[in-house]
T-cell receptor
Framework: EPEVTQTPSHQVTQMGQEVILRCVPI?????FYWYRQILGQKVEFLVS????????KSEIFDDQFSVERPDGSNFTLKIRSTKLEDSAMYFC?????????FGEGSRLTVL | GIQVEQSPPDLILQEGANSTLRCNFS?????LQWFHQNPWGQLINLFY???GTKQNGRLSATTVATERYSLLYISSSQTTDSGVYFC??????????FGSGTRLSIRP
């Protein structure tokens, strides 16, 4: 069964460093999303991407964040100059015309 | 933007019990999903349900879009049903917002 894959599964970084989280959405899906979940809290929408551009973004998705689809298969989330409060699980998701499918997440720990 | 409320926030049940989880949303939606987040953090698709009722084994879901709510029923609960249940209404194709979840604990 097709699935969304994310790497790395866990990343530890120092405050102020740049981080890139990678996702391979399900092939032939058209919509791509990033969500964040701080430990014990709800799943928060960050950004959606369609037709090679951002469709919507939340107030969380400020200038510190960027997304890119560098080739036909990868979808990346870049966090510039990480802060302690960026520590969270980051989920990538994709959908075609139907339901949303999630990857297993990338846990980011900022020290 | 759309507001999503789930109730109850926490639920503790004995194995074998039945439960109903509710999701209210403030705006019209054109679709809705229910997810189960297991104790390992994975988000598992349960239902993709814009309206009506669907059943999958011991679980079923009903969405009444005109009244802006959806219900998730779990019957004969098992310990493996423990975790957090999220609803996610589609306010648009590009913005899918999660509720705050119902944390379900099933005791053996």
């Amino acid at each position: 069964e097709p699935e969304v894959t994310q790497t790395p599964s866990h990343q530890v970084t120092q405050m102020g460093q740049e981080v890139i989280l990678r996702c391979v959405p399900i092939s032939n899906h058209l919509y791509f999303y990033w969500y964040r979940q701080i430990l014990g809290q709800k799943v928060e929408f960050l950004v959606s991407f369609y037709n090679n551009e951002i469709s919507e973004k939340s107030e969380i998705f400020d200038d510190q964040f960027s997304v890119e689809r560098p080739d036909g298969s990868n979808f990346t989330l870049k966090i510039r100059s990480t802060k302690l409060e960026d520590s969270a699980m980051y989920f990538c998701a994709s959908r075609g015309s139907g339901e949303l499918f999630f990857g297993e997440g990338s846990r980011l720990t900022v020290l | 933007g759309i507001q999503v409320e789930q109730s109850p926030p926490d639920l503790i049940l004995q194995e074998g019990a039945n439960s109903t989880l509710r999701c209210n949303f403030s705006d019209s939606v054109n679709n809705l999903q229910w997810f189960h987040q297991n104790p390992w953090g994975q988000l598992i698709n349960l239902f993709y349900i814009p309206s009506g009722t669907k059943q999958n084994g011991r679980l079923s879901a009903t969405t009444v879009a005109t009244e802006r709510y959806s219900l998730l029923y779990i019957s004969s609960s098992q310990t493996t049903d423990s975790g957090v249940y999220f609803c996610a209404p589609y306010s648009s194709a590009s913005k899918i917002i999660f509720g705050s979840g119902t944390r379900l604990s099933i005791r053996p």
